[in-house]
């Protein structure tokens, strides 16, 4: 192995940019040193600016100690260290969550923290890095763990080598492609003297059995190359998956939409339940994502969601994690982190006012809501009951007459695509349990019902009819 191969790795992976500020995590560990150590080689040459971040957890009992060592060893670097304690236990105890998660969320959050401070000193964002020092065997192991803990292709991509973090800053590995038998070689070759974590030769860990155990009688009994095949095949599945990612991006242009108050994500399946289930459950992790649930998007939550997008039923609901819920009304999956009433109401600014005339007096007026009807028809039916009309929602019972038979207002609705949601919201005029005129409504499917509503044929004008019976719909005075 040639000396400078770890510094021609970080170089050749064309992460780093010259001029770059980078904020680099370091444990004191290792990897983390050998990662710092390479970046101050090229720093000159690149116009790097590093800044050191060490996060004491707290944990163990030497923390304090390894806290000293990183600072002592920053300043014979010639670096100023950013130092930082965290209450890994407590947030694990709030959170309910390992104190290992804990300590890594910790962690970035302290490194957005840092990267802001860096941006406020008119440093452009593009030029803010966040270097973490996992290395090409945390990889296989990465790939490993997930594997038999279960997971799908993204998962089985490992590490990205770049990613964004919560606050918008680029992550970078600089050394995810380094074995750590070269890291351990450089440490050596530059007589530095990094911290060594005891707990990481212990077994009481999964990821350590697999470093300590398993990996090594993989390599004995099956394939001495068993790290390279694993980097190698997540090499392969990110490759497979940036590709369904980016089919399921394109996908989704046009068919998502954003709504506030509440907060509400859209998403148009009209044309999306015809994608293969492979784009779809990404792009059902997708919307997790952008709500915040993405650690809950298990196999199973993102096969109800896909069902949920295939289904022959136009509705259906899928309770979310953190009280989040999604809901389908016909083509549309609605995802809401709020409570909300999902009833609409009705508009009760509205009144009913009947008229009747003579028809050779009615001349309609297009400015105002209004249904008309032969009123000797309706007389007939319902001799001197137009006082008795009233301006609702619909009933048990409700009916609209047909031309041939008459319909259930619940069958109407159903058929119009009107949302289980809206349908109590839509106001009628009826009398006893006959519907006469169902007045329009944005939730209607159909253009006709959404400008004019549904009439009754059975009282309709024609060229013999003598007296009209008009109703008018008016705002509430």
Not at 110 to 137: G, M, R, T, Y
């Amino acid at each position: 192995m040639k000396k400078n191969h770890v510094i021609d790795t970080i170089i050749d992976s064309g992460l780093i940019n010259e001029g770059a500020h980078i904020v680099a995590g370091v444990s004191g560990g290792p990897d983390s040193l050998c990662m710092l150590h390479a970046l101050t080689q090229i720093a000159d040459s690149m116009d790097l600016t590093i800044v050191p971040v060490h996060v004491n957890h707290k944990l163990r009992p030497e923390a304090d100690a390894e806290e000293e060592n990183v600072v002592r060893i920053c300043d014979r670097l010639g670096l100023d260290c950013f130092t930082f304690e965290a209450d890994c236990n407590g947030l694990a105890k709030e959170l309910r969550i390992s104190s290992e998660e804990a300590g890594r969320q910790i962690r970035y959050e302290i490194f957005d923290e840092v990267a802001s401070q860096i941006e406020e000193d008119n440093v452009p964002k593009n030029n803010i890095l966040i270097a973490v020092a996992h290395n090409a065997d945390d990889q296989a192991e990465t790939v490993l763990f997930r594997l038999l803990r279960g997971t799908g292709i993204h998962g089985l991509a490992g590490m990205p080598v770049v990613r964004n973090s919560e606050a918008g800053y680029m992550i970078i590995r600089p050394i995810i492609d380094i074995e750590r038998e070269e890291i351990e070689q450089y440490i050596r070759d530059n007589r530095l003297h990094p911290n060594i974590d005891a707990s990481n030769m212990t077994n009481d860990y999964t990821r350590n059995k697999i470093r300590n155990e398993l990996i090594p009688y993989l390599e004995k009994e099956f394939n001495p190359a068993i790290r390279q095949a694993l980097r190698r095949f997540a090499e392969l599945a990110d490759l497979d998956d940036t590709l369904l990612n980016e089919i399921a991006v394109s996908s989704m242009d046009g068919h998502i939409s954003f709504e506030h108050e509440p907060e509400r994500i859209l998403l148009d399946i009209s044309e999306i339940r015809m994608n293969p289930v492979p784009v779809n459950t990404r792009i059902a992790g997708f919307v997790l994502q952008t709500m915040r649930l993405e650690k809950y998007a298990t196999f199973e939550l993102i096969t109800q969601l896909t069902s949920l997008m295939y289904s022959d039923n136009p509705s259906g609901s899928i309770d979310l994690p953190m009280g989040a819920r999604a809901y389908r009304e016909y083509d549309t999956i609605i995802f809401t982190d709020a409570e909300e009433d999902y009833s609409i109401p009705a508009d009760s600014s509205l009144r009913m006012i009947p008229q009747v005339m003579m028809a050779k007096d009615f001349h309609p007026d297009e400015d105002y809501l209004y249904a008309v009807f032969d009123f000797d028809r309706f007389n007939e039916a319902y001799p001197g009951r137009v006082g008795d009309i009233k301006l609702r929602t619909r009933q048990q019972g409700d009916y609209l007459p047909m031309k041939k038979g008459s319909k259930k207002i619940q069958d109407l609705l159903v058929d119009s695509k009107v949302m289980k949601r809206a349908r109590d919201s839509i106001l009628m005029v009826a009398i006893d349990s006959e519907i006469m005129w169902i007045l329009p409504s944005k939730y209607f499917s159909g253009r006709q019902e959404q400008e004019k509503g549904r009439y009754s044929p059975k009282y309709s004008v024609t060229d013999n009819t003598e007296r009209v019976l008009l109703i008018e719909i008016a705002e509430n005075i």
